[in-house]
């Protein structure tokens, strides 16, 4: 095999290793890092609601196919409940899927339930890519770390 | 365009790098006309926060001229001057209706890495690694601001570029601190470090109507600068004992308010050091908190310590019976620039709050290496290296 392509090969590795890790550390029980779901077993996990605060009344969040457009996309696979939040919060928007859903269903509903609170509160999803960058030294924790962030949004304790 | 970035632990490069483009309706590309070092970038550079990818922009802390707006920012124009405060914050989720600007909900795109660490997602911070949004630094000849109705300000004309520059970060985070820590009139307050931050924390305290500030560092450059620029009192804690200094000028009680403006990597001498230095380095600690044990320590019953220096993860031997059994109140925060931005343009306006003498060595982008070298070290007195792209 051509050495480039084995230091692609061997950068999709660390990538998708930097994924996994940020994917596990919120299972990780070690004082101060990983807060979340930490004595759930993960088919428990699945099935909890995962929600988000949106400083809008729940008149505004919408229903069915008038929730946010990366919500509704998901469709009759979720469960949506909206209440309003206590202290003039807002509303507190959370979903749930309704048959047992595997890690990449809840990052998708992760990231769905982000990208809705950002268009009912801002009106857009903040993006952060191209950004300029100087050269990127093919190194294997900076794959990892890209990686990482390449899933952030899919990630961490929602 | 040209950028200083990081190329690898204690290494800085100025490479040609893409453009900035408008990515969202509310950004706007800003030509930086000033932009400097901060004492949280030594963190980021020495591989202390380990989310930082090779070829990353670094720089928080600018002001420059607005060249290029998005379609959905209503206040500011081309050709406006403006500070931009390092926070991304959209300014209209709850957090930020309340003014805590940094804890914006909606400004860090990668918000699963902060939370698995945290427990939560601060906001996002321009040029601050991948953790904090994975944002282009300011370090450049053009950044792009997310949300420049909410972050970036228009410089009164009183106001010069050196001045400004400050607002951005180091005026703003010491106002955080001084303001949140509840410093009102007639209190003592004491600040550990007497950098950038340090200064302006002291200044601020100052205007908030302290009755009388006091700064700890062991650097004579610093502490002369404190008691020239920003008019309070200094320690130099490595030729006096800090904690009786503060009991003599207490009558014994300690200061009403302690302000910690240090951060992870700070210094201390003796066995202190040593312990905090070796456990640090074999990772069982990601932090060294002694200015932050020392203010827990100092400060009156019932008093208030804030933690104004950046910490990353965990540290060791935190004295939390004192902040017990003492009734402390123990607060921190990142900076909510645009909470105190306008009134900080206010005071430079009006002569009562000066900066320029932070920026002790001005110098093209191009030698952005140089110069961060110099303010790692220390060396030539310098205490803030500004870049002019």
């Not at chain 2, 970038?41 to 607005?66: K, N, Q, S, T």
């Not at chain 2, 009403?256 to 074999?282: N, T």
Request: glycine share 12%.
């Amino acid at each position: 095999m051509a050495a480039p392509t084995l230091l692609d090969r061997a950068a999709g590795l660390a990538g998708a290793a930097g994924a996994e890790l940020l994917r596990r550390l919120q299972h990780v029980r070690l004082p101060g890092a990983g807060q979340a779901s930490t004595t759930d077993d993960p088919g428990t996990a699945a099935r909890r609601w995962r929600a988000v605060t949106v400083l809008r009344p729940p008149a505004e969040v919408g229903t069915g196919a008038d929730l946010p457009a990366p919500l509704a996309a998901l469709g009759e696979r979720v469960e949506v409940r909206v209440t309003p939040a206590p202290g003039d919060r807002g509303s507190e928007l959370a979903a749930r899927f309704r048959e047992p859903a595997g890690e990449e269903d809840l990052g998708r509903l992760r990231a769905a339930l982000r990208e809705a609170k950002q268009l009912l509160e801002v009106g857009e999803v903040l993006r952060v890519d191209p950004q300029p960058h100087g050269r990127r030294a093919g190194t294997p924790q900076g794959a990892a770390l890209e990686g990482a962030a390449a899933s952030a949004g899919k990630e961490g304790v929602l | 365009m040209r950028a200083a970035t990081w190329t690898g632990v204690n290494e800085v490069s100025v490479e040609t790098v893409p453009d900035p483009q408008i990515l969202n309706d509310h950004d706007v590309i800003l030509r930086v006309r000033r932009t400097t070092t901060c004492g949280s970038d030594l963190h980021l550079i020495g591989g202390y926060i380990p989310a930082m990818r090779a070829g990353d922009v670094l720089g928080h802390e600018f002001m420059g001229e607005v060249v290029e707006v998005g379609r959905g920012v209503r206040h500011r124009r081309v050709g406006d001057r403006v500070v931009v405060n390092s926070f991304v914050a959209c300014g209209s989720c709850w957090y930020c209706r309340q003014e805590l600007y940094s804890l914006c909900d909606n400004g860090n795109p990668n918000p699963g890495i902060t939370e698995g660490l945290w427990g939560q997602s601060p906001g996002g911070c321009i040029g601050y690694s991948h953790a904090m949004g994975g944002y282009a630094g300011s370090h450049a000849e053009y950044v792009r601001v997310p949300y420049a109705d909410v972050g970036a300000f228009v410089v009164p004309d009183e106001v010069s570029d050196d001045r400004a520059l400050f607002a951005s970060d180091a005026v703003s985070t010491g106002w955080t601190g001084a303001d949140l820590a509840g410093t009102k009139p007639g209190d003592v307050v004491a600040v550990w470090g007497a950098g950038g931050v340090g200064q302006m924390a002291a200044r601020a305290a100052m205007l908030l109507g302290a009755e009388r500030v006091l700064v700890v560092d062991r650097v004579p450059e610093r502490l002369a600068q404190v008691r020239e620029h920003v008019g309070a009192g200094t320690i130099d804690y490595s030729q006096t004992d800090v904690l009786a200094e503060l009991r003599e000028a207490t009558g014994g009680r300690g200061p009403d308010v302690c302000i910690e403006a240090v951060g992870m990597e700070a210094h201390s001498p003796g066995v202190h050091g040593v312990y905090d230095q070796v456990k640090q380095q074999l990772r069982l600690q990601t932090g060294r908190s002694s200015a932050v044990r020392e203010a827990v320590l100092a400060c009156r019953k019932g008093g208030s310590v804030f933690v104004l220096g950046v910490f990353a993860g965990l540290v060791d031997k935190f004295p939390l019976g004192a902040v017990m059994n003492k009734g402390l109140t123990l607060r921190g925060a990142q900076v909510h620039g645009q909470r105190y931005t306008p009134r900080i343009l206010e005071h430079m306006a009006r002569g009562e709050l000066v900066t320029e003498h932070l920026a002790t060595h001005v110098m093209p982008l191009e030698e952005a290496p140089r110069g961060y070298q110099l303010f790692k070290d220390k060396e030539d007195g310098c205490v803030r290296a500004v870049f002019t792209p």
